[in-house]
């Protein structure tokens, strides 16, 4: 992303990517930070959006009533004034866990910014608006994309800082497996789960920590998959298994959960749940083993189906245009 000129634009359309949640780094907080997470932004997968300069007040898509109340508290923090026309092509599904919140807060910041402008700042958006209070992976997709490490939060932080930036390998591929019927745990039940939730074990965040730094990084840039896929199923196990009392087992979905077991005896790699789900997902080397893997999971649909979609990963942020 790049700032706009200082001149008022007359139409602004921002694409902003979805990303996966891959796992907690420390859920224990023994060092003075905590959470702390691993994610990947997706192509393809994403929310889309053009704001314009209008009469009154409208706006028109999914998930619309979410972006009016953006676009007041984002008026209200940086003192804009006047009307828009907001008009939602694509949304990124919401409370699945791909972060749907976050990208259609920044996507409606950025968007009025640039109408207005003013200079980007997605980090401080997030915060004004709300956004990033565990996890500030979604903040980094929406900045650079790609394979991104968050610092999670310690006493002082107001958005988690990012620490680790790399490229996905081009070839490789997420196979993404959506419940349209369920919903992860979201808002004040995410807020009542941790409270309820047993501490964490500082062994295992070590652990989890280890995998991150020593195995699933390097293997990204060493374009090993099969390395990388047993790092993030590990990870995934762990953290699925501390969450399963809230969420009923390892995945929110059992429909999601018992295709990615049947991907995973396949050959599939990294098979996990992004956040409280239920959107589940698994990575294959090819564009054409994702999608033979993808139609074993669809030929396994009986009664209420999955939507299950093959993405490639966004090693860039989101895209800004202005007419």
Not at 150 to 179: C, H, K, M, N, Y
Not at 216 to 239: K, S, T
Not at 275 to 282: Q, R, V, Y
């Amino acid at each position: 992303m790049s700032n706009p000129e200082p001149l008022n634009a007359t139409r602004v359309t921002v694409r902003a990517p979805a990303r996966l949640h891959l796992g907690f780094l420390d859920l224990n907080g023994g060092l003075g930070r905590r959470f702390g997470s691993i994610g990947l932004a997706l192509d393809g997968l994403g929310t889309r959006l053009t704001v314009r300069s209008a009469p009154r007040m409208h706006v028109e898509g999914p998930d619309a009533e979410r972006a009016q109340a953006y676009i007041a508290a984002t008026q209200r923090a940086l003192s804009l004034h006047g009307s828009y026309r907001a008009t939602i092509e694509t949304a990124v599904p919401a409370h699945a866990g791909l972060g749907s919140g976050t990208q259609m807060a920044l996507a409606v910041a950025a968007g009025l910014r640039w109408l207005h402008g003013l200079p980007l700042d997605p980090a401080g958006d997030a915060v004004r608006l709300g956004r990033g209070q565990r996890s500030g992976i979604g903040i980094a997709a929406f900045q650079v994309g790609g394979l991104v490490v968050d610092g999670g939060r310690g006493a002082d932080t107001q958005a988690p800082p990012l620490i680790s930036r790399i490229a996905f390998p081009e070839s490789w591929r997420a196979i993404v497996l959506l419940d349209p019927a369920r919903q992860g745990v979201h808002g004040g039940e995410e807020t009542a789960a941790f409270a309820q939730l047993p501490e964490f074990s500082g062994k295992a965040a070590a652990h989890l920590c280890r995998l991150v730094l020593m195995q699933v990084l390097p293997a990204v840039a060493e374009q090993n998959i099969a390395v990388f896929g047993a790092g993030i199923r590990e990870i995934q196990a762990v953290i699925g298994d501390y969450f399963a009392p809230v969420q009923g087992a390892r995945f929110t979905s059992p429909e999601v959960g018992a295709v990615l077991a049947h991907l995973d005896a396949q050959g599939a790699h990294g098979i996990g749940q992004s956040s409280w789900g239920p959107t589940g997902f698994a990575f294959a080397a090819s564009s054409q083993e994702a999608e033979r893997l993808a139609a074993l999971a669809r030929a396994l649909q009986t009664g209420r189906a999955l939507d299950i979609r093959v993405c490639a990963a966004l090693n860039r942020g989101a895209e800004i245009t202005a007419e």
